[in-house]
């Protein structure tokens, strides 16, 4: 099930749709050269703002990326394309090594401009948010395998796979996007994507995820009272493209036969699922309503050189989380 993206006939310099719908940018060296001036100019900046300010920031700065990104992204965005993603973006040469846990990256800042990378194209896809429950309220995450999680229903897990989900399943204001930039990835541990589109669904089982008969529950890496389950239908909107709500392992069905549905979903899920093996300077974005995602099981190796990604929510219009709060913020829950 393991597609490395990329391989098919793609050069420097192109754009693409690659083997299985993976719609993919790569930069040429020019490109990527001006993506590193951009960084340098704001780096200043992004070491004295906090992260909510900084995201206001580097909106308007993302208006110096190279011409034919912003066209790659907003076209993506545009069209709703479900899984795309950008190659040949800087890492820095002297990364520090993989931190040991989110938490150790929290204090020492490690991969500053790389978070600066994914918040400027990310920025022309949707606003940057993140919930007060979940890695202390940090705008841009780090997903990297921590020992004392390997086998936790969490990022950052290794020796368990990570079924198959909507992020964030619980809330509904979650993500329209997942963005994931990769740092490291020496092992080329894939990222399994499946689209509700390819899933083999009877009509009476599209039917019965169309009702209000499920429960979705915060996941693992929510932490305190905060965040709370809510009620709602699996698949909803257009019947020719539906969009998807689904986390088998923070939901439940409110009745037998909704019970049963989630395991004939999962199934067909699971057997239309491709991997997609994210490299050093690939930035990806799974749209999270057409899609779910995952990680196969993997050996972390804890000694520094681990796999490690920075990620961040985005949603297409913050504003509709502040409806129903009573404050402006990105920082939700
Ligand atoms: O590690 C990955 O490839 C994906 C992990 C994941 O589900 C996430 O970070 O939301
Ligand atoms: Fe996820």
Known sequence: MTMTVGRTTESSGTSSRAGTDVERIVLAPAEAGEVERLLDQLLGVARSRDAGSLAEEVRPAAEGLPLRLR???????QRESEVFL????????????TPENWAAAERTGAGLREELVLLLCGSLVGDPFCWSTQ?????VHDVCPAPQAANSKTSASSLTALSLHTEDVHHPCRADYVSLFCL????AVATSVSRIDDAVLSPETRQLLRQDRFRFHPDDSHTGTAARPSTGPVLFGP???PYLRFDAEFMSGLDDAASAAIGE???SLRAAATGVVLKPGDLAFVDNYRVVHGRRAFAARFDGQDRWLKRINLTRDLRNSHRTRDVRSRVIG
């Open 71 to 77: 066209q790659f992204l907003v076209r993506a965005r």
């Open 86 to 97: 950008v190659s040949g973006l800087p890492v820095s040469t002297d990364l520090p090594p």
């Open 135 to 139: 890695q202390n309220g940090r705008l």
């Open 184 to 187: 490291r990835n020496p092992d």
């Open 239 to 241: 019947a020719a493209q």
């Open 265 to 267: 979903t999962e199934d």
